[in-house]
């Protein structure tokens, strides 16, 4: 390897990459499979004299984010797919504005839903954004695309999105870097507010300039490298064509492999999708498989671009499974159903690798809490507990069986407010201090204001565990300075110890809070046994 090869993953390319672009920041909230971005950049924030803290939700570091590259920097903002739904807001509404500096958003999706609540797929965010975007499909690709991302974001003055998915941010390969950039880190001002402040006046003016910049991203991917049509040199059937996408490009290369067959394809990288160039590849197809992790995104487009020509098989027709990840034999398995050939023939070796379900850790502080939760609610009824993301979700399981919802973060809060509103006797949401920090405070400071009979056990284990130990914003004496700033009542904001010789007495406390009729929280302190061991 050169001295400018590293051996990364996708992530850290993606890192190194935003390095070499000379950004002043990183920002961003824990999240798999993005946090290796994060982690990359924050350990070397020093040396390379940028700003790296984690932020209290993706939404707060997307706007971090966009304030850095309002006064001319370039800002990296770092989230996991169900993190954009945070995020949201900020980012669709700021593709209207006009930005001094360049903001890339790094977005990691996680089909098969390895480590999230779901499968969903942040391409259709960038519809709604009508910002451009890049799928890298290797690692070396992460490397380039998050480069020439920061270029384009500056050209057009708009937020550029680089979507990744698990298997390309969580493998490694190597990757030739390019010679970092040399940027102002300087401090502009003096913005017109008539590109930056979305009053109705000046919005309708911005999204009309959008509009006419959407055209333009268009004609870019009309031209941009990342779009290629590459012609098999002996096509097993003229008339069959590939487009893919991403990881999507390495399974139809390797379902041809093991096929044996070569197959004319079109891989994509750059959006919004090149219409004249997907015509044109069309032009002489009777059949199209279309391989792209996640939903069928680019297959609907085709479908609409395609019209009355060629047959648009993927996951919409079933070709490919709707849900899961895309892999290499699944990717086989679909074009041989196209090109007529027995079905699964070569299929990747299989490992016999035993099932590994997750669990609490021995000696967490959560198994604690939760037999203490479960003997208090016995005899107490109706109840529901509502939990929320993290390690303490794994307490659905056996042997606690100790709650029973988890949609989203900050959710268990929101919901148990919702069912103590509707009547729910003993209405109770168990939420770690991150994500409480993250999600819940503004439903906790309604709930104090109008002491809602209900009860939220927070479990403060000092960090953010379950994404590897990340420092929590709200936890210890300024969390509890916290709820009291918030007005729950002294008598009803109770510590326990969640230790075994602590349980009679930490039972007692939380019984006692559920048959409080207003509002009380208990918080659990204890740290996770991972970080008092490192400490
Ligand atoms: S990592 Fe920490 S908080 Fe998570 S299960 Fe293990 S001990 Fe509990």
């Known amino acids: 390897m050169s ?91 700021s593709a209207l504005v006009e930005l ?3 903001l890339v958003l790094v977005v990691a999706d996680d089909p098969s839903i390895h480590s999230s609540q779901n499968e969903q797929d942040t391409r259709y965010y960038t519809d709604l954004a009508r910002t451009p975007w890049f799928e890298p499909a290797n690692q070396q690709e ?26 390309i941010a969580h493998s490694r390969a190597p990757v030739q870097l390019a010679e970092p950039a040399v940027v102002s880190r300087g401090v502009r001002t003096g913005a017109d507010r008539r590109v930056s402040t979305l009053l109705p006046e000046y919005a309708r003016v911005m999204n009309a300039r959008l ?47 093991m096929l044996g067959v070569e197959i004319d394809h079109l891989k994509l990288g750059f959006y919004p999708a090149p219409a004249r160039l997907v015509r044109e590849f069309l032009r002489d197809k009777q ?58 023939p070569g299929a990747t070796r299989k490992l016999a690798i035993p099932p590994r379900p997750p669990s609490l850790c021995p000696g967490c502080p959560h198994s604690d809490t939760y037999r203490a939760l479960n003997e208090a609610l016995e005899n107490r009824a109706p109840s529901v ?12 399981f056996e042997p606690y069986a100790a709650i029973d919802t988890t949609i989203e973060m900050g959710a268990s809060v929101g919901m ?22 993250h999600s819940a405070l503004p439903t906790l400071l309604a709930a104090a204001a109008e002491d809602t009979p209900m009860t939220v056990v927070i479990l403060d284990n000092d960090t953010v565990a379950m994404t590897g130990m990340q420092s929590s914003l709200g936890s210890g004496e300024r969390l509890l300075g916290a709820l009291r700033g918030f007005g729950v009542a002294e008598p009803h904001l109770q510590v326990i110890d969640p230790v075994p010789k602590e349980h009679a007495r930490n039972v007692r406390v939380i019984a006692d809070e559920l048959d409080h009729r207003g509002l009380s929280v208990v918080v659990a ?10 400490r």
């Not at 304030?67 to 989230?79: K, P």
């Open 416 to 437: 148990a407010k919702g069912a103590a509103q509707g009547g729910l006797r003993y209405s109770v949401a168990v939420i770690g201090d991150s994500t409480f920090a």
């Open 211 to 257: 509009w006419e910049k959407h055209a333009r991203f268009a004609e870019r991917a009309e031209e941009s490298r990342w779009n290629r049509i590459v012609r098999a040199r002996q096509p097993a059937r003229q008339k069959v064509g590939v487009v893919c996408c991403g990881a999507g490009c390495n399974y139809a290369l390797e379902a041809m492999q």
């Open 100 to 102: 001094l500096g360049g």
């Open 142 to 167: 992460c490397y380039d695309m998050t480069r020439e991302a920061f270029a384009v974001s500056e050209e057009f003055k708009v937020p550029v999105l680089v979507r990744l998915v698990t298997r």
């Open 525 to 534: 302190q204890r740290e996770c046994i991972h970080v008092a061991r490192k």
């Open 287 to 344: 059949d199209i498989l279309v391989l792209e992790d996640g939903y069928p995104y680019v297959e609907e487009r085709l479908l609409g671009i395609a019209g009355t020509g060629p047959r648009i098989y993927g996951r919409s027709d079933g070709t490919i499974p709707a849900s899961g990840e895309l892999t290499p034999d699944r990717a086989a398995a679909g074009l041989a159903a196209v090109l007529g050939l027995p079905p699964e």
């Open 385 to 396: 507990v509502f939990s929320d993301i993290g390690c303490y979700t794994l307490g659905a």
């Open 3 to 93: 001295n400018r090869t590293r051996l990364l993953l996708g992530d850290e390319a993606v890192a190194h990459a935003a390095a070499d672009s000379g950004i002043g920041g990183v920002f961003g909230y824990p999240g798999t499979p993005a946090t290796e971005i994060f982690e990359w950049l924050q350990k070397r924030a020093v040396e390379l004299q940028i700003s790296a803290r984690w932020s209290g939700n993706e939404k707060v570091a997307y706007e971090e984010a966009l304030g850095m590259a309002y006064i001319g920097q370039r800002a990296l903002v770092v989230m996991k797919s169900v993190g954009l739904n945070v995020a949201a807001d900020a980012y669709i509404n």
